[in-house]
């Protein structure tokens, strides 16, 4: 089937730690990957996307690479900060004639001063 | 254009009363979507159109859920009868062809 599913958090940092969540997917043929961010009693904002294989979104210090043949889209940031506290969602684009996204579950970040 | 608009920000209802949401998508995306967040999830998919047409439905879309796009702009999502399991986030995206996504702030329903 079509899904994608994401690491459990939460995560919990300290500033200026190295993040990673992991992402991975299943899709038929090659959609474009999203990476979003919401904020406590907020909608979801488009933090980052990669629309083909190898290509990198990146967006304020964030990145993630469409890799095809792992199937992910992990996000990384090199050294995060307090504001990055937040649920980040991973997300499939339009899939094998399906116009609808699916999205994770959703990994919560709690950065710690 | 802003972004995508949806009102009410929160709504408070008493269980067994009919409610309805508008969302005003960013105007030159035809594509418009419905989903349901509980806390803890993701974005679950209701439904979702292309210009006025309703293309699919969700099965968790109850008969007791409508939505309309009645001239491919603007867009409501009524709840009749609500339940107290319907307390959730009822967020609206639009998209531009071929893909993106551009979500509201979301629609909170409290049912009591």
């Known amino acids: 089937g079509n899904s994608v599913t994401q690491m459990e958090g939460p995560v919990t940092l300290s500033e200026e730690a190295f993040l990673t969540i992991n992402c991975t997917y299943t899709a038929t043929g090659y959609p474009s990957l999203f990476w979003y961010v919401q904020y406590p009693g907020e909608g979801l904002q488009l933090l980052l996307k990669a629309t083909k294989a190898d290509d990198k979104g990146s967006n304020k210090g964030f990145e993630a690479t469409y890799r095809k043949e792992t199937t992910s889209f992990h996000l990384e940031k090199g050294s995060v900060q307090v504001s990055d506290s937040a649920v980040y969602f991973c997300?499939?684009?339009?899939?094998?004639?399906?116009?609808?996204?699916?999205f994770g579950r959703g990994t919560s970040l709690i950065v710690h001063p | 254009d802003t972004g995508v608009s949806q009102n009410p920000r929160h709504k408070i209802t008493k269980r067994g009363q009919n409610v309805t949401f508008r969302c005003d998508p960013i105007?030159?995306?035809?594509?418009l979507y419905w989903y349901r967040q509980t806390l803890g999830q993701g974005p679950e998919f209701l439904t979702y159109?292309?210009?006025?047409?309703?293309?699919?439905k969700s099965r968790l879309l109850s008969d007791r859920f409508s939505a309309e796009r009645p001239k491919g702009s603007f867009s409501t999502l009524e709840i009749q009868r609500t339940e107290q399991g319907d307390s959730a986030m009822y967020l609206c995206a639009s998209s531009p062809p071929p893909d993106g996504y551009t979500f509201g702030s979301g629609t909170r329903l409290t049912v009591v």
């Open positions: 105007s030159e995306h035809n594509r």
């Open positions: 159109f292309q210009n006025e047409a309703q293309l699919e």
């Open positions: 997300a499939r684009g339009t899939s094998g004639g399906s116009y609808i996204p699916t």
